[in-house]
C-alpha cells in the first residue's frame, strides 16, 4: 500500500550484474561431503578463497549444531589442514573483525569460518566457495543474503548447503 498511496518506489532487480556467472547452488548430505571438501580444496589450490559459515560461536550441547570453533578445529585436522583459516563471529571486537576482514580481502586466509555476521556488506570478489552449516537452521532470506557473499567476479562460484540431518 506504501508504493501505492505513499512516498515509496518499488525497484526490482530482475538480472546479475555484467559478467557475473549464476551461482552453483548444492545440498550436500554427509555421504557426499568429503567429494565437496575436496572440491572446496580444488578451488583454494586456484587461489580462491572460501567462506564456512556456522550458526552458533561456541559449542552447545543442547542444540547439537556446529560452531565456528568447533568447524575450524575440524578443518584445520581434516579436509583442510594446511590451508590458512580464520575465525569471525559478532563477540569479536571491532577492530578484530575488520582485521579479520581485511586479511580475507588481502587473501592472507584461504577459509574464512564465520557465523551470519558476513551476511551483508562483505564483499571479496575472489570468493568463490560459500559453505552453510546446518543450513536448514537459517531462514531462506538468510540463505540468499549468505550465497550472495560469492558469485561477486566473473569467477563461477558455488554454495553447498550442509544439513545437519537428512
Known amino acids: 500500500a506504501l508504493?501505492?498511496?505513499?512516498?515509496?518506489?518499488?525497484?526490482?532487480?530482475?538480472?546479475?550484474?555484467?559478467?557475473?556467472?549464476?551461482?552453483?547452488?548444492?545440498?550436500?548430505?554427509?555421504?557426499?561431503?568429503?567429494?565437496?571438501?575436496?572440491?572446496?580444496?580444488?578451488?583454494?589450490?586456484?587461489?580462491?578463497?572460501?567462506?564456512?559459515?556456522?550458526?552458533?560461536?561456541?559449542?552447545?550441547?543442547?542444540?547439537?549444531?556446529?560452531?565456528?570453533?568447533?568447524?575450524?578445529?575440524?578443518?584445520?585436522?581434516?579436509?583442510?589442514?594446511?590451508?590458512?583459516?580464520?575465525?569471525?563471529?559478532?563477540?569479536?571486537k571491532t577492530d578484530e573483525k575488520e582485521v579479520a576482514i581485511e586479511k580475507f580481502r588481502t587473501g592472507k586466509i584461504d577459509v574464512l569460518v564465520a557465523t551470519t555476521v558476513i551476511e551483508v556488506g562483505v564483499d571479496i570478489p575472489n570468493a568463490s566457495v560459500m559453505v552453510i552449516v546446518g543450513a536448514e537452521r537459517f531462514g531462506l532470506a538468510q540463505l540468499h543474503q549468505l550465497r550472495g557473499r560469492v558469485g561477486r567476479s566473473d569467477i563461477q562460484s558455488y554454495c553447498y548447503l550442509l544439513p545437519e540431518h537428512m
Not at 33 to 48: A, D, T
Not at 56 to 82: H, Q, T, Y
Request: aromatic letters at 4%.
Open 3 to 92: 508504493t501505492i498511496f505513499g512516498d515509496l518506489e518499488l525497484s526490482i532487480l530482475d538480472e546479475m550484474p555484467a559478467g557475473r556467472k549464476p551461482v552453483a547452488t548444492a545440498v550436500v548430505p554427509e555421504s557426499q561431503q568429503p567429494g565437496m571438501w575436496k572440491h572446496v580444496r580444488e578451488q583454494i589450490e586456484k587461489g580462491n578463497q572460501v567462506f564456512v559459515v556456522c550458526p552458533l560461536i561456541d559449542p552447545s550441547d543442547k542444540l547439537g549444531a556446529k560452531s565456528v570453533a568447533e568447524m575450524a578445529r575440524e578443518l584445520k585436522k581434516g579436509p583442510l589442514k594446511d590451508v590458512k583459516i580464520e575465525t569471525l563471529h559478532g563477540r569479536l
